[in-house]
């Protein structure tokens, strides 16, 4: 019994150890690895999964609490028989949110998916090996963290841009803040977005690592919600979210589809599936042919998925969305991995799809190359509190003025703090934008 003590002491220690050097590596305080639920809820917090990791913490007290009313004997009562079952039904509950975490870990450090398992058996031996190894370390850290959750308590005492008025056409995004909590603080991961956007128009979101971006779209496609009005043609997206969640379409980076069917395949079971039952087969089959002319789908329609380019691929994504006509469409890094020419040809069909009435907003790391082929550019910074706030709202040719530079990304360099390589100006720029566009509501106003 002595030996099985000495172990179980030991190999708790070496987690401890272990985690207590991954949280370091990933920016965090060490010593939350001493306790057991927080040292998941940390661990989950710094790469993605956040909300796995504080179910996690909830589901470890939980367990713990209910496990110490549960008696082990051949007879038991009924009250004691549905503790032992809630203790175990909480504990298959850890362990899969445990999971998630790790994944989460795994895919900051690079790392294939089958060390979960191994976390899992042997936490002991692998936990340490990540922790004190020079080999593993944090890929891409920023991009897996919730943005803004470093930082963010105290947003920057700045002004605010004029709000936008109702419009029966168009978007009219009025975001107050967006903020989440983290343990026992609120963090703000955006304030004082106000911003109108006509039909036609096709959009460029720019921005550095943690400015807003994806927080941004996700309020105002409704999927997470803000402290905001967003208005789609004259209908508030929130209040009529079940109607309205229809009307936006958004594509992700990476592509959602099956290899082994055909590209009339894809679109047909996606007409099926988002336009409304009472739609004929004739209709449906004319939108389809529609949306595949427009994309230039057209030729090689009955060819595999599997066999079709990087750039081919992209465009059957934007297909299956647009497929139920939206008016509002949004897509995160389209031409991510694709070469010049290909990320042209595509922007170039986006633009036929604003032309179409449509409002098309997309993220891209490589603006320039196709920057004349936007109509407005929205720039995100992230203000000295490290809030994401609204830097600059306008043309291509109106940004190059503002900023007082030559290309979009010379803009993004502007803005992105000291410690990115940038000019830590964003605090300047979000003040003069406001300051602006307050001055042009009150002339507008006489």
């Known amino acids: ?101 790790i994944f989460g870990v795994l895919r900051t450090f690079n790392m294939k998916k089958k060390w979960a398992f191994l976390w899992e058996l042997v936490p002991w031996i692998v ?30 005492n700045l002004s605010a841009p004029a709000a936008h008025g109702p419009s029966a056409e168009g978007l009219t995004v009025n975001i107050k803040e967006r903020k989440v909590r983290d ?37 105002i496609n409704g999927y997470e919600k803000a402290n905001a009005e967003i208005l789609l043609n004259g209908v508030n ?21 099956r290899m082994n069917d055909t590209v009339r ?6 007409a099926l599936l988002r336009l409304s039952v009472q739609t004929k087969e004739q209709e449906r089959n004319e939108k389809i042919h529609s949306v595949m002319e427009i994309l230039g789908l057209t030729e090689g329609a009955d060819g595999l998925i599997s066999k079709k380019s990087g750039g081919q691929k992209k465009r059957i994504s934007i297909g299956t969305e647009l497929i139920s006509d939206p008016d509002l469409f949004i897509l995160d890094e389209p031409d991510s991995g694709l070469d010049g020419v290909i990320a042209r040809e595509l922007f170039e069909k986006l633009r036929m799809v604003a032309d179409e009435g449509k409002i098309v907003i997309a993220i891209t790391h490589t603006p320039d190359r196709v920057i004349e082929l936007f109509d407005k550019v929205i720039v995100l910074a992230k ?42 100006r964003a605090d300047e720029f979000i003040e003069k934008y406001a300051k602006m566009t307050t001055t042009k509501g009150a002339a507008d106003h006489e």
């Open 1 to 101: 019994m002595l030996g099985v003590g000495i172990y179980t002491i030991v190999t708790e220690l070496l987690v401890i150890a272990g985690i207590w050097k991954i949280l370091m590596k990933c920016g965090e305080k060490g010593w939350y690895a001493i306790i057991p639920g927080l040292r998941y809820y940390k661990l989950g917090a710094c790469n993605g999964k956040e909300r796995d990791g504080l179910r996690c913490l909830f589901l470890e007290i939980i367990v713990r609490i209910m496990s110490f009313f549960d008696t082990e004997g051949d007879i038991r009562t009924p009250t004691e028989l549905v503790i032992s079952q809630l203790v175990l039904v909480g504990a298959i509950l850890l362990f899969i949110f445990e999971i998630r975490v």
């Open 127 to 156: 936990t340490p090996i990540i922790g004190f190894s020079s080999r593993f370390q944090p890929v891409n850290l920023g991009q897996f963290k919730e943005e803004g959750l470093k930082g963010g308590l105290t947003p920057a």
């Open 183 to 219: 343990f026992t603080r609120k963090r703000y991961l955006l304030k004082d977005i106000h911003l109108f956007i006509p039909n036609g128009s096709l959009v460029l979101l720019l921005g550095g690592s943690g400015a807003g971006k994806t927080t941004l779209v996700s309020a």
């Open 237 to 257: 997206v929130y209040e009529n979210y079940g109607q309205m969640k229809y009307r936006i379409g958004f594509v992700p980076q990476q592509d959602l589809l």
């Open 265 to 270: 395949k894809t679109l047909s079971d996606s």
């Open 383 to 424: 203000d000295s509190g490290k809030v994401g706030r609204l830097a600059f709202y306008g043309s291509p040719k109106q940004a190059r003025t503002f900023f007082g530079k030559k290309t979009m990304e010379e803009i993004v360099m502007a803005v992105n703090s000291e410690e990115e390589g940038g000019e830590g």
